[in-house]
């Protein structure tokens, strides 16, 4: 039973992740080329990192909490790690409109 509650909460992980990087990213591409950014060349993985890292903290905090899968070691990200990560997600987010 342990087996199939765990398949069934990375399959709600998944979705989780997809649907949140999908509309994350919609929403950058319609910033950026608002302020008349061209996601070219090299520049394409920052936003996409910052999404991982984004949904990582979202999932880390909050998500895993309410799934199928129950387990003791599930627990947040320490308040630190979890500032260190939205800084970087942040930066990459921004860094974009000024290279």
Known sequence: M???TFLLEFIRFLIIFMLGFILLGELEQV???AAGIQML????WMPGLANVLLMLIVYHNR?????W???PVNRKLSKRTTLILLYIAL???????FI
Do not use: A
């Open 31 to 33: 910033l950026y080329q």
């Open 91 to 97: 930066l990459l987010l921004i860094l974009p409109f």
């Open 63 to 67: 998500l895993q909490f309410s799934g």
């Open 2 to 4: 342990k087996g199939v």
């Open 41 to 44: 060349g090299s520049l394409w």
């Open 69 to 71: 899968f129950k387990s």
